[in-house]
């Protein structure tokens, strides 16, 4: 299952991972994590298509994560305020341990909301069958034009 990761680095890292319907799969803070820790968590719980950040400047650590999983890196333009970070994230029930936690979801939902549309022109136009790996494709390829992307991948 392809999947959208938030990390939010500190002292304390959060992760947190969604679905490509923006369900919460999983979602934790650790001081112990470290570029290993994460990895393990990542790969236990699907295919990375996009990780994300919740601040302009990528972290370099971000950056080995995503290159790690060859997935897409996404950061905003600018920081995410606690305010949009806070709206980003009020629709999921969930209490967060510490803002590291918020901030990761945050930084998915964030990346989820830019790939959005793309995601459901693919269900409409391919459908569920190849929803998968044709998503990996088409957000890793950047391809514009759905149409031309599904007949590449049939």
């Known amino acids: 299952?392809?999947?959208?990761?938030?990390?939010?680095?500190?002292?304390?890292?959060?992760?947190?991972?969604?679905?490509?319907?923006?369900?919460?799969?999983?979602?934790?803070?650790?001081?112990?994590?470290?570029?290993?820790?994460?990895?393990?968590?990542?790969?236990?719980?699907?295919?990375?298509?996009i990780i994300a950040c919740d601040v302009a400047k990528i972290p370099e650590f971000v950056q080995l994560i995503a290159s790690k999983f060859e997935a897409v890196l996404l950061s905003p333009e600018n920081d995410l305020k606690r305010n949009s970070k806070n709206e980003l994230v009020m629709n999921y029930e969930?209490?967060?341990?510490?803002?590291?936690?918020?901030d990761a979801l945050a930084a998915a939902?964030?990346?989820?909301?830019?790939?959005?549309?793309?995601?459901?022109?693919?269900?409409?136009?391919?459908?569920?069958?190849?929803?998968?790996?044709?998503?990996r494709d088409l957000v890793l390829k950047r391809i514009k034009n759905i149409n031309v992307g599904i007949k590449k991948h049939k």
């Open 94 to 102: 969930v209490k967060f341990s510490n803002y590291h936690e918020r």
């Open 109 to 135: 939902v964030y990346a989820y909301k830019q790939y959005e549309s793309l995601i459901n022109k693919v269900l409409k136009k391919a459908g569920s069958r190849i929803f998968e790996p044709l998503i």
């Open 1 to 49: 299952m392809n999947v959208i990761v938030g990390i939010d680095l500190g002292i304390t890292t959060g992760i947190a991972i969604i679905n490509m319907k923006s369900e919460l799969i999983f979602l934790n803070s650790s001081k112990k994590y470290g570029f290993t820790g994460v990895v393990k968590e990542l790969a236990r719980r699907g295919s990375s298509l």
